[in-house]
């Protein structure tokens, strides 16, 4: 800088022949806001990341609670999905097991069945078997009633042959002793009534012999006419008996044909039913390996589920583990950021005065001591706040070479924004305050109504000291976990910031 500015009111300048001339108060205070400014902005973009995160890692919990119930909802669907099917499956079995046992029940009555119709059949036949022997035997009784017929037959024609030509031959001879008879009762001629006369002992004996050929002839015509009649009358009822055997026999043909065509009935029945019952037992055959596959089927469709289920599941607990895991590493690594130099000047700074409030303490016995020993304290106390000070705060030219680098800008700044709240307090009693009221920023508002003015941090006690330095803590820290506006996009990538690489986290006060 060309020109030097004015002094502020409270504190004399130092003279500048002494040494090289130190840092004027307002360059100073000016590089302080400068850096505050630019601190304050890169604290407000660092808790806007901060809330982008927590908003991210809301809308992450949000997704997983969401996802673990739609995991939850998908497994109850298929856990009552598995109950369905199994309810189902049980059904079957159990409908399969009774279709087997009503299918066990028809084929014992079949059997049962198919045997008392086999006993029946058997026993029909051997009946059947009975009556055509015995219809055999009355049909050969017939054929030889039929032969004995037509012998008889034969034997009554002879006969009536034998009849015709005896009576024939008993007319012939009738009509001749007729004829002789006319010839002696009415003689023609004296010749032959000599002849007659000559023949007349002759004759007579003829005409005895004659008639008793007639008489004898008679009576055998008479004998063949009744025995005629006698075989006519036994052809009529052999003739009659023939007939009824001849409608009996077409009875028992009928009632053969009938039989065997219930036994036909029957046999086709009982293979129909031998036919349904291997199909029935092939029918249970497939049904129980149908049944056995879809068993098969279902487990393995119930374990695949249960695998690619617990694998989905796996994947999403993975997926969700590694986001968390890399919200947390940016997390951590922010906080890890955030963990400035300002924090470890606040932190030692803290130890410091603490140290320096408990030997004073343990001084206060010796009084005469105490005095030098405070002297000695206060001016340690102020040499190394005055160091840590200038260390954030830097040269002139070191400050405006720094002020354009955002890592020395931000820790520099922070410095610079505890020197100025520090400094920012009403004179003549801003610090004096409460023990109860003094750590709030209401009190330190309150007690600055006015314009502030600079305050020598050197004037403060160590117990003012350390009451300011844990206000600044305390507003550090409130601002660093107060949710700012919501931005509707995301900050800009903020360059690392250099904190202490440790594992404690952020930094507290005990």
């Known amino acids: 800088m060309s020109g030097r500015p004015k002094r502020g009111s409270g504190t004399p300048a130092p003279p500048e022949e002494a040494g090289p001339p130190p840092l004027d108060d307002a360059v100073r205070a000016l590089l302080q806001e400068e850096r505050a400014r630019q601190a304050s902005g890169q604290l407000a973009a660092t808790q806007a990341a901060l809330e982008v995160l927590s908003m991210e890692h809301e809308a992450l919990q949000a997704a997983r609670r969401h996802e673990g119930r739609e995991a939850a909802e998908v497994a109850a669907h298929h856990r009552q999905l598995m109950a369905d099917k199994d309810a189902q499956l049980a059904a079957a079995h159990a409908a399969a097991a009774a279709a087997e046992a009503r299918l066990a029940d028809e084929r014992a009555a079949a059997e049962q069945r198919e045997a008392a119709l086999a006993a029946a059949a058997a026993a029909e036949a051997a009946l059947l078997q009975q009556a055509a022997a015995a219809l055999q035997t009355r049909l050969d009784g017939l054929a030889e009633f039929a032969a004995q017929r037509e012998g008889l037959l034969a034997e009554l024609q002879r006969l009536r042959a034998e009849k015709a030509a005896a009576a024939e031959e008993a007319g012939e001879k009738i009509r001749a002793l007729q004829r002789r008879l006319y010839e002696a009762d009415h003689p023609t001629d004296a010749g032959s009534s000599v ?147 300002v924090e470890a000047f606040l932190v030692s700074s803290i130890q410091m005065v603490r140290a320096q409030m408990a030997a004073q303490a343990a001084g206060a016995a010796a009084p005469a001591a105490a005095d030098g020993e405070a002297g000695a304290q206060s001016a340690a106390g102020d040499h190394s706040l005055g160091e840590a000070a200038e260390h954030l705060a830097g040269q002139p030219e070191q400050g405006m070479a720094a002020a354009s680098d955002d890592r020395g800008s931000s820790s520099a700044g922070m410095g610079a924004t505890v020197i100025a709240s520090a400094a920012t307090v009403e004179a003549g009693g801003a610090v004096q305050c409460s023990s109860s009221s003094c750590g709030s920023p209401q009190a330190v508002t309150a007690a600055t109504p006015g314009a502030p003015s600079t305050v020598d941090i050197r004037a403060l006690s160590w117990q003012d000291r350390e009451r300011v330095l844990r206000l600044l803590f305390a507003k550090i820290n409130r601002a660093a976990v107060q949710p700012v506006a919501r931005q509707p996009s995301a900050a800009a990538p903020l360059p690392p910031l250099r904190g202490l690489a440790t594992e404690a986290g952020p930094a507290g006060l005990a």
């Open 195 to 341: 002849g007659a006369e000559d023949t007349e002992g002759g004759e007579g004996g003829d005409a005895l012999y004659a008639e008793g050929e007639v008489q004898r002839l008679l009576a055998h015509s008479r004998r063949a006419a009744a025995e005629m009649d006698r075989y006519g009358q036994e052809a009529e009822s052999l003739q009659r008996e023939m007939r009824a055997l001849e409608s009996e026999r077409a009875g028992l043909l009928r009632d053969v044909a009938l039989r065997q065509e219930m036994e036909g009935q029957h046999a086709k029945r009982g293979a129909l039913q031998a036919r349904e019952i291997r199909s029935a037992r092939t029918k249970i055959t497939s049904l129980e390996k149908g049944l056995e596959k879809a068993a098969l089927e279902q487990q393995l469709r119930a374990q695949l589920a249960d695998a690619v289920a617990e694998q989905t599941s796996m994947r999403r607990q993975l997926q969700v583990r590694t986001r968390e895991l890399r919200t947390v590493r940016r997390l951590a690594q922010q906080v890890l950021l955030q963990r400035s130099e």
